[in-house]
């Protein structure tokens, strides 16, 4: 202890002035040296942003409801009745409307993003945007307002092409969205709550995402804070080009929560040359119910990794029955483009123009082989998962048309009962958000047993009361209500 006490008895070195001063200018330099460093690697969007801005709009659209909607329970912020897990964010509410005038229908506002693509006035949204309205209003940054046109509007890949008569205006390019890559840095422009021309910016967290919601689209994920309102507007690369355009989020608060998703401009690209030249949007179709390939199930096929698709059912006369294509084939390409995931299947031949031939790679009985297929035209009335849809029983009061539900969707959804709906016309379906494919288990606290008993039931609802329904979309249940005026 001794010695160590005389260690911290001695004097102090004496350092001189100029080598203290020398010491701090060294200590400060890297301070500042790294700081710029740390500000070197983050990019910066101010250019961007001052001319792309120019070219983003903002969309309203007005529409007439019936005097039996409830519409007034979607008039706030915020507080849509249906918190969807992969909703839609297409509008901003307006604060509760006032009653509409005796003889004069009540009329919902909604209001979200878009861009203009061409000098002459053509503009990209979404289609969910401008869905059944009656008056679609663009505001530009120059603050006029024009009454736009619809040209064409696709719900599979949720655009809507619009056109309002100007010229020389300022718009956008589309880039080559295949050249995305995962992690690189991306910036949304949009009207977040009405807050016009708000920019915000993230990366890419994946590429290639199928969502149940829309099949034929490889939507692009980001974490760029996308909120109701953003909807239908740019998602640019740092070169100032449109890979994406923002469409749905990830949410069970309604708001942002780090998991937003775009369709990619090379989507958007194919969509707006057909709904430019012919209104109407083709794809291809192959007639196919797949599957994925579980690590169980690669091993009883003969396959090296669990990947591809696997064939469950070979719809009749379709293109696939046509090319011999079996159940338990399992598909690892089309045209070159290696299958890893089923739902890549949809993507790829969705964007395959209809007669046209391609090449599928499958393995049959642990063999691969080539198969030759002349692609079909997607039918319209083929749901999402494949099957035709069945006739069903139309429900006038609610405005909705019900079938009954099938064995092989109540045990992926783990539901006992309950119908299934086909077709969403007007009235209270269209306010509550109701959509095709959703499944009502029950209604006014009353278990729904059969497409019957829920026309009689319906029939026999009171009129002024609050009555709940439960639905169950995408294997998940929500309760909703809703209130009849007759």
């Known amino acids: 202890m001794a010695k160590l006490a005389s260690f911290y008895d001695r004097p102090a070195p004496l350092v001189s002035m100029p080598t203290l001063t020398l010491m701090?200018?060294?200590?400060?330099?890297?301070?500042?040296?790294?700081?710029?460093?740390?500000?070197?690697?983050?990019?910066?969007?101010t250019q961007l942003v001052e001319q792309a801005s120019p070219a983003v709009v903002n969309i309203s659209t007005t529409r007439m409801v019936s005097q039996k909607?409830?519409?007034?329970?979607?008039?706030?912020?915020?507080?849509?009745?249906?918190?969807?897990?992969?909703?839609?964010?297409?509008?901003?509410?307006?604060?509760?409307?006032?009653?509409?005038?005796?003889?004069r229908p009540p009329k919902a506002k909604s209001s979200g993003s878009g861009f203009l693509i061409s000098a002459d006035g053509y503009l990209l949204t979404n289609h969910h945007v401008v869905k059944s309205a009656d008056k679609i209003v663009v505001a530009l940054s120059d603050r006029r307002e024009m009454e736009a046109q619809l040209v064409g509007s696709d719900p599979r890949s949720d655009l809507a092409l619009l056109k309002i008569e100007a010229?020389?205006?300022?718009?956008?390019?589309?880039?080559?969205?295949?050249?995305?890559?995962?992690?690189?840095?991306?910036?949304?422009?949009?009207?977040?709550?009405?807050?016009?021309?708000?920019?915000?910016?993230?990366?890419?967290?994946?590429?290639?995402?199928?969502?149940?919601?829309?099949t034929y689209v490889p939507f692009i994920q980001t974490d760029v804070a996308i909120n109701p309102g953003n909807s239908g507007g740019p998602l640019f690369n740092l070169d100032g080009e449109v890979v994406g355009i923002n469409s749905q989020i990830y949410t069970r608060s309604g708001g942002f929560m780090?998991?937003?998703?775009?369709?990619?401009?090379?989507?958007?690209?194919?969509?707006?040359a057909q709904l430019r030249d012919k209104g109407t949007v083709s794809r291809g179709w192959l007639g196919v119910q797949i599957q994925e390939v579980s690590q169980d199930l690669a091993e009883s096929f003969g396959l090296d990794k669990a990947a591809g698709a696997l064939v469950s059912q070979v719809l009749d006369d379709s293109p696939a029955q046509t090319a011999g294509l079996q159940t338990g084939d399992v598909i690892t390409q089309v045209n070159g483009h290696d299958i890893i995931m089923s739902a890549q299947v949809a993507h790829f031949i969705g964007a395959i123009p209809p007669k046209q031939s391609v090449v599928i790679q499958l393995v049959r009985d642990g063999e691969s082989i080539d198969v030759e297929v002349v692609i079909g035209y997607l039918p319209k009335n083929v749901t999402q998962a494949g099957r035709v849809q069945e006739q069903g029983r139309y429900v006038e009061r609610i405005g909705l048309k019900v079938a009954a539900l099938s064995k092989q969707k109540a045990q992926a959804w783990r539901i006992r009962n309950g119908v299934d709906i086909v077709a969403v016309d007007a009235g209270v379906a269209q306010e509550l958000g109701l959509q095709e494919g959703d499944v009502i288990t029950s209604m006014a606290n009353q278990r729904i047993a059969n497409v019957k008993q829920f026309v009689e039931l319906t029939a026999a609802l009171p009129a002024q009361r609050s009555i709940s329904l439960r639905i169950v979309r995408d294997g998940r249940p929500l309760f909703v209500a809703f209130r009849l005026n007759n």
């Open 24 to 45: 701090l200018s060294l200590i400060l330099s890297l301070g500042l040296w790294s700081a710029s460093v740390r500000a070197g690697q983050l990019p910066d969007f």
């Open 69 to 103: 909607s409830t519409a007034e329970k979607f008039d706030r912020p915020g507080q849509e009745q249906l918190p969807d897990i992969f909703k839609h964010f297409f509008e901003r509410q307006f604060p509760q409307q006032p009653s509409p005038q005796q003889g």
């Open 167 to 214: 010229q020389g205006l300022p718009y956008l390019t589309l880039a080559d969205s295949d050249n995305l890559k995962v992690g690189e840095w991306v910036l949304a422009i949009g009207s977040p709550f009405g807050f016009d021309h708000s920019a915000t910016a993230g990366i890419v967290s994946a590429k290639g995402r199928s969502l149940r919601s829309e």
């Open 258 to 272: 780090g998991l937003s998703f775009a369709i990619p401009s090379n989507t958007a690209a194919s969509v707006v």
